[in-house]
């Protein structure tokens, strides 16, 4: 195992993840089909949400004897810049912006105080409280911390970005088939979090792979929905709508891609 994780890090890595993640579904799956009789928690998607911090920190380990799979920040500057910023396009790029082009006279029928109000961030969460709070903290040391960096060095910051997405939001696909969710619904969750993959390659790298910035990312990434909600509880769609909410949120990632020219904010050596 020490062989194969200093020679294939990142396959070790998200090998690991996976397993874990099924792993960890394994009760829930045996309830929701009748095998097994226990009562409906949450400690196995904790030990999901657990999967690609511990992979990254045993290949880690393995390949290198040491824990450090990620840094905190790089400056203060640019650790407060990015930590702003960061969010800001999230919610934008995939709330704001789609909102203004899926609906009618959206200046005047969107609820644009549901940014100032708590009630917007508040609107309740399907992962529950640890979905929503220590998902990005037990997460993102493994996807953004271990995975990203390391797949930038094999591949160029827009390939990486979108592999890491598809991966990313596959990883959820235990919790979907327990849940029941449609292939439509899967292939659109994974369209918006290879946006999102993107998105927040370009701010991580900006930041020199600052992982807080990553961390408040993926919560805003988890709070757009309630803010989405709170936005257009007024607003009357337009005609194809859904498929402006679709195709919209690639406008802003597109468009750093070709302004940056691939990098995606990637330092230069």
């Given amino acids: 195992m020490t062989t194969f994780a200093r020679a294939r890090p990142l396959l070790a890595f998200f090998a690991l993840t996976y397993i874990f993640v099924i792993v960890a579904f394994i009760p829930q799956a045996l309830y929701e089909f009748g095998l097994l009789r226990l009562n409906k928690f949450s400690w196995y998607a904790i030990g999901a949400l657990l999967s690609p911090a511990v992979a990254g920190l045993i290949v880690q380990w ?8 990620c840094r905190i920040y790089d400056s203060c500057r640019s650790l407060v810049t990015w930590m702003i910023l960061g969010p800001a396009l999230i919610l934008f790029s995939t709330a704001i912006l789609p909102a203004i082009l899926a609906n ?34 037990i997460e993102e040391p493994g996807w953004r911390g271990f995975a990203l960096p390391r797949l930038q060095t094999q591949m160029s910051p827009g390939w990486a970005s979108v592999l890491l997405g598809f991966l990313w939001a596959g990883w959820h696909l235990p919790s979907f088939l327990i849940q029941g969710l449609t292939i439509e619904g899967i292939a659109n969750y994974m369209a918006i979090v290879i946006v999102l993959s993107v998105l927040m390659t370009f701010c991580f790298n900006s930041s020199r792979f600052a992982i807080l910035v990553a961390l408040v990312m993926h919560a805003a990434v988890n709070l757009r ?45």
């Fill in 104 to 137: 009618k006279d959206p200046l005047h029928s969107l609820n644009w105080r549901a940014f100032l109000s708590l009630s917007s961030y508040q609107c309740k969460y399907s992962g529950g409280l640890a979905g929503l709070l220590l998902a990005p903290i």
């Fill in 62 to 69: 393995l390949a290198e004897h040491n824990f450090k799979v």
């Fill in 225 to 269: 929905g309630c803010v989405i909600q709170s936005l257009t509880s007024h607003a009357t769609p337009r005609d194809h709508g859904s498929i402006i909410w679709a195709l919209s949120p690639f406008l802003v990632p597109v468009t750093l891609t070709l302004l940056t020219r691939g990098r995606l904010g990637l330092p230069r050596l």
